[in-house]
């Protein structure tokens, strides 16, 4: 069994910062690519940010120069520090990682539990 532990997030006013923590533990043979994505009331979940084995990061346009997605590999952490939030960040945020149990096995796709940011204007 794999978990993704979230923490971090809450309630921040505009232009603030914040820091999420994911962590994945369990049977984990090795943690490939590792993700943050979002959902807003009545949105679609999106993709904020991912970042890969070897540390080559992509993210969204719209928090591109604002969130810095990280990871620590010896702990199977990835972090997502946001700064300037901004109203519109405002959103459920879910880690994601593509884990491979075994070796040779197929990797699969595991999620965190969520956590609310709020930004007030």
């Known amino acids: 069994q794999v978990q993704l532990v979230q923490s971090g997030g809450g309630l921040v006013q505009a232009g603030g910062s914040l820091r999420l923590s994911c962590a994945a533990s369990?049977?984990?043979?090795?943690?490939?690519?590792m993700a943050w994505y979002r959902q807003a009331p009545g949105r679609q979940r999106e993709l904020v940010a991912s970042?890969?084995?070897?540390?080559?990061?992509n993210y969204a346009d719209s928090v591109k120069d604002r969130f810095t997605i990280s990871r620590d590999n010896t702990k199977n952490t990835v972090y997502l520090q946001m700064n300037s939030l901004k109203p519109e960040d405002t959103a459920v945020y879910y880690c994601?990682?593509?884990?491979?149990?075994?070796?040779?096995?197929?990797?699969?796709?595991?999620w965190g539990q969520g956590t609310q940011v709020t930004v007030s204007s």
């Open positions: 994601n990682a593509v884990i491979r149990t075994k070796p040779f096995s197929t990797p699969g796709n595991y």
């Open positions: 970042i890969t084995g070897g540390g080559y990061t």
């Open positions: 369990g049977s984990i043979f090795g943690v490939n690519s």
